[in-house]
């Protein structure tokens, strides 16, 4: 509710950006509630349930807003980007808000802060991915469907890895992944935006 009210304040992209994040929220509970009833169902741990089930729900619902707001809004690249973006964000500062309190016990604040930071990369750059191939498949209406499957199967391999590796002694290579990753893009989307100029 208080950043439904702060929406009211903003101008159009910023409650554009802030209703992406908002929604990131949404998807971050549902998410949760699916992820536990599977989880209940098929008397899973929760190591496996977050290799092998978390990474499509979460991908799919998260994928959700930004496939709906390039198929039938607006297509523009680089609020693509930015919607992705703030939708994986969103998800992750309520991921993150409820795994800190819940073990608040087991987390240093240097941890807190190096997970929270690598968790909302990993997120974002997972939803990001799909935002920046709507781009190129609104003009490829044969690849349209395989092209969105594509995205969607990109994402949640990089979220399992992620999952993985997190839970594995090389936490530190789970925690690197995203930065790494976010840095290599932001490095070649620099150099195109460069050779264009």
Known sequence: MPILLLMTLLERRSRLLLGFMLAG??????????????????WMSGQEISVKVAPVVEELLKALPVLFYAAFVYDERK????????????FAVLENAYLLISYIDQVSLGRAVVRGFSTSLSHGMCTLMVGYGMQF??????????????????????????????????DWAGMLLPIAAYLGFRLATWKKQRAVL
């Open 137 to 170: 498949l609104r003009r490829q209406k044969k690849l349209f469907y395989t092209g969105i499957f594509g995205l969607l199967a990109l994402a949640m391999t990089f979220h399992a890895i992620f999952n993985l590796l997190i839970q594995s002694e090389y």
């Open 79 to 90: 609020l693509l980007l930015s919607l992705g973006m703030s939708v994986g964000i969103g």
């Open 25 to 42: 929220m949404f998807v971050a509970v549902s998410s949760y509630e699916i992820n536990s009833s599977v989880q209940l169902m098929l």
